[in-house]
């Protein structure tokens, strides 16, 4: 079992940046595929980024060049660095570990670009 805690959420400009936090509990963290992924209302969950065990990474379109996901194995943390965010960037944004046969959730922390 993995549990997965975000933090680094909350209320910023347009043009703001953020930094979300994931620490992981267990021995195997390096192991995983670490994500983050983010849902708006009334919209499906989304990836925004991945940083596979191996170290390479993946965004969505949408926000590369902007985000920045890194891992650090010693910490069993892994983090979002959100630049330039958007209001259309708002949304829940979601911790996630996977392995080939089973994945495991964060209970999600809310990022709020308002002006």
């Known amino acids: 079992q993995v549990q997965l805690v975000e933090s680094g959420g909350g209320l910023v400009q347009p043009g703001g940046s953020l930094r979300l936090s994931c620490a992981a509990s267990?021995?195997?963290?390096?192991?995983?595929?670490m994500g983050w992924y983010r849902q708006a209302p009334g919209k499906q969950r989304e990836l925004v980024a991945v940083i596979r065990s191996g170290g390479r990474r993946n965004y969505a379109d949408s926000v590369k060049g902007r985000f920045i996901i890194s891992r650090d194995n010693d910490k069993n943390t892994v983090n979002l660095q959100m630049n330039s965010l958007k209001p259309e960037d708002a949304a829940v944004y979601y911790c996630n570990a996977r392995l080939p046969t089973i994945g495991y959730w964060g209970q999600g922390t809310q990022v709020t670009v308002s002006s």
């Open positions: 267990g021995s195997i963290f390096s192991l995983f595929d």
